[in-house]
């Protein structure tokens, strides 16, 4: 299997396929919420009210570890817009999470549940932790603690935190706990549960779901059917993993993966489900998956197939790696993968991206439907959940699609719009802004 290994790369950080890219998370959303600002022609003194987040909270988090020492963390929420519901938005664990990356991701949570045409705002949180160097109760300790900082800004009609990397639904099991012992039994304080706890079925899987009827939708419109489709999943976690199983089971062909540790790829298929057992219930590493060859994790751009998914950080995808993707659409799982310089590759070569406020709402859709459920304390069946997911994600795909096919732009200009248009309609009718 041919590849082009970049020359004395040694490790990821010096192959520049496969470092971040260098404009940051922030400054690539600002880039496409000031061209989409500009091309609606709304006035400029109102710019900075969707420009910047309506509340930031910076919460130091001292905690004693199983190694005995006091370890300080910095923690963030950040509230981005409130005007079409309660803020709404995961919380992240990962070493190099600052506050620009959250307040990125919180106004993206913004123009992405305006796109699914949810009833929430925009939020987003993160603590600065490496989780790889902690013990399960060292973990707990880290969020618990987090809880208790940030509570006095969170509600279930004020702003309803989620699970993001590296934070699943154990971690919102106790984060639920810690608001409960304040506020007493409150589930819909935090969405992506474990089942046990309220927790909506089909969350688990929703947002790789959301992004696997996203594709179907754009691969309908070039003629690509799933049984002749091959993929490369780049971040093979939660997002990552569920949507290649599904494409799976759709009968499309995964032939390259990857993880924070590295990256693999056989031509002839890697099975999903075997994949992400041997991870998960194993134990295994990805790049030790039998019947896999080990590859860089830059040489995962180089690995040709019709659909790429980036499901791992932002930034992933710039330009010195896209010229070198040999596909037809990428579908961003993740937040922010694509630097503006990638894009534009993307636009020349006509590489159908679907962007991720469409591509990964399903997650926030699901939340939704989870938050719902909790205030009702009603249970509704995966089935139904699946269903009610596919329409909000069909009806967003054909919104963003609409827009971007009647002025010739691609789909993230057109979800932009749309995303815009909804925020400011909500802020105007409320009287936030004249
Ligand atoms: P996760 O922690 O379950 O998985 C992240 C995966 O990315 C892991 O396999 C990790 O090893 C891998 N990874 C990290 N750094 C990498 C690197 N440099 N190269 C390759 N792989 C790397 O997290 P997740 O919840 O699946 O989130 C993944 C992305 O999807 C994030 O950008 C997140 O913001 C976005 N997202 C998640 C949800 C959700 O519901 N979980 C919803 C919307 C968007």
Redesign the pocket.
Known sequence: MASTKTAAAES?LDDPR?R?ARVSDLEVVRHHFDWAWDHLALPDDIRQVFWEPYREVSVQIPVKLSDGKTHVYQGYRIQHNGARGPYKG?I?FHQEVDIDEVRA?ASMMTWKTAVAGVPFGGAKGGVNVRVEDLQKSDLQKIARSFMDKVEKVLGPTRDIP???????AQVMAWMMDEYGKLHGHTPAIVT?KPIALEGSYGREA??GRGCVFMYREAAAKIGLSPSETTFSV????????WAARIMQDLGAKMVAA????G?IRNDDGIDANELHRHITVEGGK?SEFPGAEAIS?GDLFEVPCDVFFP????G?IHEDNADLMKVKMVVE?????TSFKADEIFESKGIVVIP?LMA?????TCSYFEWVQNLQHFRWEEREVNDKLGKVMRKAYRDCAERAEAEKLSLRKGAFLVAIERVIEASRTRGYIE
């Open positions: 990821p496969s971040r995961g992240r991701l989620a699970p993001d990397v590296n934070t699943n992506g929703a947002t780049q971040g093979y976690g939660n997002v990552g993993s990857s993880d924070a540790w990256a990805l994790a499901a791992a950080l932002g992933m799982g993740a937040n922010n993968p991720d990964n709402a399903g997650g926030v």
